[in-house]
């Protein structure tokens, strides 16, 4: 059952092939029996997985199943599950049990869908590798001495490993299109507001999207549309409709532009990866497509750009960790300075601490001009090289890394190297823009993933254009060896 995609196991739970409780209870086995060496779940939940499953085939035996009812997907430890531990890999939230379920899973849940567990992350959402994580890194299942990316490292290994038909995850500068392309499955970061943030842990506000992470573009077409949509819990989620992603999934691409982000094929672009890309880019040509190199002039000041803004966010929104109102507190605090400066101390970890001092510096009297209002201008250079971009072009495509997995360890000690392994993922959150990553080959048995950004609000193009690259490839169904 795990080979199959999640279309094919809602076909199969539609047809009675198997009810969701044998579906889920495989994929619990699964877990159990193959999740020590990855560490790709942080909670499992298997017993609330059971009784989900249970009352999904009692909803089906009475007619009334979704298309999602009964099927079996993990959410990222940074959505709040009612009453169960939602920790964002940090110690600060080890001891959280959240009181209510972020709109995704409620959305899920009224669905049908069945929660495997929580799945590992880097902490907070801070990283590329899934090593800041206080449970420990994620290994990736293509190779367990390399990393599974990051933040959304967990979901994307999950289901590369086959241990959870999809997962959720998100995306403030690739954490979902980072780790898919790593573990070689595919990951939408939708277009900003497209996704409600509401009871998901904030990172960077402005940036953080979330996601399905899953095997195929279909099945994110069937993920998105029960995820996305209008909540009046968060402001900055939009009043736009909500487009049918699987009617739009055969549409023909005869005619359509790619555009061939130049800043994407430079330097630190491994032969490798840049081998697969062409080859890919060559069957889009077979599909009738058309390719035009595209200029972003501004998109080589992403990097430093982000690592203002996210920072600067991220050090606002983790002020409310101060050991008093939830999450970790440290012993005898002997008043209340000591009670913020050692909870904060010995619960948050490096990299966190990091950016909390760069954020709080960047955000600082005398230096917000010079440096987070600067970064807010680059900003919106960056988004107008992409609006010029989508007048000659339908979609824009290149790699999603520059790289294949790196070891484990490897980028650990040198923070810019690894803010640089998001080189081609951060333009589009800065953006604001939907892009999705898909398999597209291998290099030395390690995938490697081809990014595909559109404009604001064309989810439906992206996965329909990803998903015919499915129809004519199928990396996105191979499985490392140890988990077919
Ligand atoms: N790797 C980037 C960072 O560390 C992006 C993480 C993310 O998208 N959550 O900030």
Redesign the pocket.
């Known amino acids: 059952m795990h080979r199959k995609t999640l279309i094919e196991l809602r076909d199969g739970l539609q047809r009675g092939d198997f009810s969701s409780v044998e579906l889920t209870e495989h994929f619990l086995h699964r877990i159990d029996t193959r999740d020590r060496e990855l560490n790709a779940f942080i909670t499992v939940t298997g017993e609330l997985a059971l009784a989900a499953a249970r009352e999904a085939d009692r909803r089906r035996a009475a007619g009334q199943a979704g298309p999602l009812t009964g099927l079996p997907v993990a959410h990222k430890d940074i959505f709040c599950t009612d009453g169960v531990r939602t920790s964002c890999a940090s110690r600060m939230l080890d001891n959280f049990i959240a009181p209510y379920d972020a709109t995704v899973v409620e959305r899920f849940k009224m669905a049908g869908v069945v929660m495997l567990g929580k799945t590992n992350m ?1 902490e907070f ?4 590798s899934n090593e800041t994580s206080f449970y420990g890194p994620v290994r990736n299942p293509w190779d367990p001495e390399r990393v599974s990316g ?2 959304s490292g967990g979901s994307a290994a999950a289901v590369a490993a086959r241990l959870a038909p999809a997962a959720t995850g ?7 299109r ?1 780790p898919a392309a790593l573990c070689g499955v595919t990951g939408l970061k939708p277009t900003y507001g497209r996704v409600s943030r509401w009871g998901m842990i904030a ?1 960077a506000s402005s ?2 999207q979330g996601g399905p992470i899953a095997q195929s573009a279909a099945d994110c077409a069937l993920l998105l549309g029960a995820m996305a949509g209008f909540d009046e819990r968060d402001s900055t989620c939009m009043e736009q409709p909500v487009d049918d992603y699987l009617a739009a999934l055969e549409r023909p691409l005869d005619g359509l532009r790619i555009g061939l982000a130049r800043p994407f094929f430079g330097e630190g672009l491994d032969a490798g990866v840049e081998r697969r890309v062409r080859e890919a880019l060559a069957v889009y040509e077979g599909l009738g497509a058309t390719l035009v190199d595209i200029d972003l002039p501004h998109v080589h000041l992403s990097v430093p750009a ?1 690592y203002v803004v ?1 920072p600067a966010e991220c050090s606002s929104n983790l002020s409310r960790y101060d050991g008093v109102r939830f999450g970790y507190r440290c012993q005898d605090p002997q008043n209340l300075l000591d009670l913020y400066t050692r909870s904060r101390g010995e619960a948050f970890g490096e990299e966190v601490k990091r950016r909390i001092m760069v954020g709080t510096y960047a955000l600082s009297a005398g230096y917000y001009d010079a440096y987070y209002l600067k970064a807010q201008k680059v900003r919106r250079l960056i988004r107008d090289d992409f609006l010029a971009a989508f007048e000659q072009v339908d979609v824009l495509m290149g790699p999603t890394t520059p790289t294949p997995a790196f070891r484990l360890g490897e980028k650990a000690a040198d923070p810019i190297g ?2 640089l ?2 080189i081609y ?2 333009a589009v ?1 800065l953006a604001g823009l939907p892009a999705l990553s898909i398999p597209a080959g291998q290099v030395d048995g390690l995938p490697v993933g081809l990014q595909i950004i559109g404009n604001h609000w064309d989810e439906a193009r992206l996965l329909n254009v990803a998903h015919r690259f499915q129809q004519e490839t199928d990396w996105h169904r191979a499985i490392p060896a140890d988990y077919a």
């Open positions: 880097d959402a801070m990283g590329s990051g933040s998100t995306d403030t500068g690739g954490s979902i980072q990172f940036l953080d982000y996210a690894m803010y392994s998001d993922t951060i959150n």
